[in-house]
């Protein structure tokens, strides 16, 4: 004996709809966006007797991976230099579309007393050429998705080396970690 099978519309018409809402859901996973420091420029030196601090502009690229908008509020992004606090840079609130790159502009400022107490090992890095730097910073924000705000937190840890002189990026490695949290209505 020989079954046939009947085919049914309504039943491959529920399995394609169950494929694409898979698809679906799989690419909405939250990603974490990237962080890559562009370039590093002095824009100014402040007399603190008997030191001097440095002003900077940081540029730093950030990519939004994810099918949603985000905004995001005010943070610091905390500088150090052989595990002290060097000095702080100021992330400005604002949004970013989905799935874009932009470019946002850092003004940072580094403490010349913190400087001094490394005095010893900045001269060997400035005859090195070779100075490392880390930062990290945790940036607050909400991502609309349909109606819903979803809140996150993304923590981000950099590791940069920098010609001291010439102020290049020579290498880095920039980790993010994001954590949404349920909807708020």
């Known amino acids: 004996m020989e079954k046939t099978v009947k085919w049914s519309w309504s039943s491959a018409l529920i399995g394609a709809a169950s494929a694409v809402a898979a698809s679906a859901i ?5 990603k974490d966006p990237t962080f890559h420091l562009i370039s590093i420029s002095f ?8 030191l001097l601090d440095a002003d900077l502009l940081l540029t ?4 939004n991976p994810n099918i949603v908008p985000i905004n995001y509020s ?14 702080s840079a100021q ?14 502009h850092l003004p940072a400022r580094l403490g010349g007393l913190q400087m ?27 991502a609309k998705v349909l109606w819903w705000d979803h809140s996150f937190v993304i923590h981000v840890d950099s590791h940069i080396t920098v010609d001291p002189v010439f102020l290049d990026v020579i290498e880095q490695e920039n980790t993010s970690e994001l954590e949404v949290f349920a909807a708020s209505e």
Not at 74 to 87: D, E, V
Not at 118 to 128: C, E, G, I, R, Y
């Open 74 to 87: 005010a943070a610091t992004m905390s500088i150090f230099y052989h595990g002290s606090l060097l000095g």
């Open 60 to 63: 730093v690229h950030v990519t």
């Open 43 to 50: 824009t100014s030196f402040k007399l603190n007797f008997p």
């Open 26 to 30: 799989l690419s909405a996973k939250p």
């Open 116 to 142: 001094a107490q490394h005095a010893v090992t900045f001269v060997s890095d400035l005859a090195k050429r070779e100075m490392m730097i880390e930062a990290t910073v945790d940036i607050c924000g909400t």
């Open 91 to 104: 992330v400005q609130a604002g949004s970013q579309p989905p799935r874009s790159c932009q470019l946002l």
